[in-house]
């Protein structure tokens, strides 16, 4: 376990805490990501893109995984700004500018006429499936209280 541990820490390029090293794996484990090194890449890439709401990729992996089958053909190399927010249209996503602005921050802001790569856009397709499901558990706990 502590080999796992090691290869964590050189992929950060620092020392982790205890307490930070045992919330990681729990992490891992809900995500049901494996501990080794291709999942500490998933999970700092993805914490990279939307550390807000990371906690919640357990809940839209499977969705994900079955909607990056069907997206790859689609995608090719990248597509538009104008076509992803078409696709996040056709998935029931409706998010504000804003919020389009912040996901597109980290490659230099939302274009609707600017072309993204398959590895811009992927990433931040699994933001838009975590943030419909974060929407969507607070209406239910709306409509429960």
């Given at each position: 376990?502590?080999q ?6 050189t ?29 500490f ?32 053909p689609?995608i ?8 992803f ?11 504000n ?18 072309f ?20 969507q ?9």
């Amino acid at each position: 376990m502590e080999q796992t541990r090691i290869v964590y820490e050189t992929l950060i390029n620092k020392r982790c805490s205890d307490s930070h090293w045992s919330k990681i794996k729990r992490l891992m484990f809900d995500c049901q990501l494996p501990l080794d090194k291709q999942g500490f890449e998933v999970l700092i890439n993805l914490r990279k893109v939307s550390p807000r709401y990371f906690s919640k990729y357990h809940e839209v992996k499977d969705e994900l995984t079955r909607l990056g089958r069907q997206l790859l053909p689609a995608i090719g190399e990248g597509i538009t700004g104008e076509q992803f927010m078409g696709l996040i249209e056709r998935l029931g996503i409706n998010p504000n500018q804003s919020t389009v602005s912040r996901w597109f921050r980290n490659c230099g802001g939302f274009r609707a006429k600017g072309f993204y790569s398959k590895q811009t856009i992927l990433p931040i397709v699994a933001i838009a499936l975590i943030y419909k499901s974060k929407i969507q558990n607070n209406q239910l706990a709306k409509i429960g209280a």
